[in-house]
């Protein structure tokens, strides 16, 4: 999807929200920082990203689990990252 957008000047502006689901591989977080980067570079605004977190452990806090990804977020916006938007394993 992003190859096409990139490809297409502005198509970003077609959609209202952009949602990123997270699960807790290390990899996988990688990817979602890459990818909420890739479209705030398109010119989303990073208040129109949503980064759902799933397969959250319940014995573990979304903090902890999604600390590295937390971080990366938060250089974008404060709001970025929001523990409340979890599914749980």
């Known amino acids: 999807l992003l190859i096409k957008m990139r490809a297409f000047i502005g198509s970003h502006e077609d959609f209202d929200y952009f949602i990123i689901p997270c699960v807790p591989d290390v990899k996988q977080q990688k990817d979602t920082a890459k990818t909420f980067k890739a479209l705030v570079e398109m ?47």
């Open 43 to 89: 010119g989303v605004n990073p208040d129109h990203i949503k980064v759902v977190l799933n397969r959250v452990d319940q014995a573990d806090t979304q903090a902890a689990t999604f600390e590295n990804l937390a971080v990366v977020l938060h250089a974008y916006s404060p709001d970025a990252f929001d523990p409340a938007c979890s599914i749980m394993e």
